[in-house]
């Protein structure tokens, strides 16, 4: 009851949810939590995303359910991150519309200073999904790059995380 009263109260108060003194998760993935806009682009095209993101599975995970606002959405996913028990490592679960066949493997990452970065080893190119706050603003970036055979990292995507003025289509 008090993780809904607190959740309330943080919308009600500045649109994001209040943090509650007893969820297990690291700071920064508490932080995530709330109704956000993305706005930026996928191999150079402009997408605009609804974002929420909250605790779930006993608060072990933020999961994160991002949606193309567009008519008929092109794009729709759902993003589980967790800790993985040894320090600030984590484990990301990403599954989206492009089918189950994608969501194999999972991604390892770590929680360094105000971002969360975690590779997933697909098999064709690995990708690599850095999400950066900026306690300032109280902003995010998300920037996901596939690397090369040379090794080098190439832009995929890039977001500018924002909180949601209002519901979006």
Same mark, same amino acid.
Do not use: C
């Given at each position: 009851m008090r993780r809904i009263s607190a959740m309330l109260l943080g919308i009600i108060l500045g649109g994001q949810p209040a943090i509650a003194a007893d969820d297990p998760r690291p700071e920064l993935l508490r932080l995530l939590d709330? !109704? $956000?806009?993305?706005?930026?682009?996928?191999?150079? +095209?402009p997408v605009l995303y609804d974002l929420k993101a %909250?605790?779930?599975?006993?608060?072990?995970?933020?999961?994160? !359910?991002? +949606?193309?606002?567009?008519?008929?959405?092109?794009?729709?996913?759902?993003?589980?991150? %967790?800790?993985?028990g040894e %320090?600030?490592?984590?484990?990301? !679960?990403w599954l989206d519309s492009f089918g189950a066949r994608y969501s194999i493997p999972h991604g390892r990452g770590r929680i360094v200073g105000d971002s969360i970065s975690f590779i997933v080893p697909y098999k064709k190119t690995p990708f690599r999904d850095t999400?950066?706050?900026?306690?300032? +603003?109280?902003?995010?970036?998300?920037?996901?790059?596939?690397?090369?055979?040379? %090794?080098? $990292? +190439? !832009?995929?995507?890039?977001?500018?995380?924002?909180?949601?003025?209002k519901s979006l289509p």
């Open positions: 709330g !109704h $956000w806009t993305m706005t930026g682009d996928v191999m150079g +095209k %909250g605790p779930v599975l006993a608060n072990t995970f933020t999961e994160l !359910h991002m +949606k193309d606002v567009a008519p008929r959405p092109e794009y729709e996913a759902r993003v589980f991150i %967790g800790q993985d %320090g600030q490592g984590i484990i990301a !679960h999400f950066s706050y900026d306690r300032v +603003k109280k902003t995010w970036r998300l920037v996901i790059e596939s690397r090369q055979e040379d %090794g080098s $990292w +190439k !832009h995929f995507a890039r977001y500018l995380i924002q909180p949601a003025v």
